[in-house]
């Protein structure tokens, strides 16, 4: 089933991403586009690298929010079967630490996420879970779309964020003597004994 294109606009006053209902919202094949300042996400804030610009905060995420209902042909002589889906897009940039030159950037993110909307946590379990594009969420009639973007913004955000190019390089890094940065010596693994070493020395006691 095509989505409807019936819209809600971020900006108009009755729309709260904090407290919405996400079925009827689904139902009606609402939708949503506008940005979010870092700022007003505070785990997103949390992660944002201490020496980041003054502007790192007021930096905008993107979003897009699509409901939309999906029949499911059912038995002979049974409706249809109703299902819930939210698709939710997210772009922008988050300003983190490099780990190799230790010096923050602009790390740039990027979701497109498709969920299916569940009314209770033992429906979303009995989900098989087959499909790796959409994720199973719980909904309520007070869901919070601020948390599910900061959520899908948060996933995308790499563990280890490193400079594609360093621009610079700390000086805590091991350089050779003609100034090329060397990486470390990974460390030394145990060096166990040689069977045939043991064997040997045996061999060697006995007469």
């Not at 919202?25 to 003054?54: N, W």
């Not at 999906?70 to 002979?76: I, L, R, S, V």
């Not at 007070?142 to 190019?165: C, G, N, Q, T, Y």
């Amino acid at each position: 089933m095509t989505p409807s294109t019936a819209n809600v606009t971020a900006n108009v006053a009755d729309f709260d991403l904090r407290e919405i209902d996400i079925f009827a919202f689904c139902r009606k094949g609402g939708s949503a586009e506008g940005e979010i300042a870092v700022r007003d996400l505070p785990r997103i804030l949390a992660e944002t690298a201490e020496d980041a610009p003054a502007t790192a905060a007021d930096e905008a995420i993107r979003y897009t929010v699509q409901g939309f209902v999906q029949e499911d042909a059912a038995e002979p002589g049974t409706a249809a079967v109703q299902r819930l889906f939210l698709d939710v897009t997210t772009a922008g940039r988050v300003w983190q630490d490099c780990q190799r030159c230790l010096a923050a950037f602009a790390e740039p993110i990027e979701t497109d996420m498709r969920f299916e909307i569940m009314a209770s946590e033992e429906e979303a379990d009995a989900v098989p879970d087959e499909d790796e594009d959409v994720d199973v969420i719980v909904g309520s009639r007070r869901f919070s779309l601020l948390a599910l973007i900061e959520d899908e913004v948060l996933l995308a955000m790499p563990v280890a964020p490193k400079h594609a190019v360093c621009p610079t390089v700390h000086e805590s890094l091991v350089t050779g003597a003609d100034g090329e940065v060397e990486p470390e010596a990974p460390p030394e693994e145990e060096k166990r004994p040689s069977p045939f070493a043991a064997l040997a020395g045996l061999k060697t006691t006995k007469h």
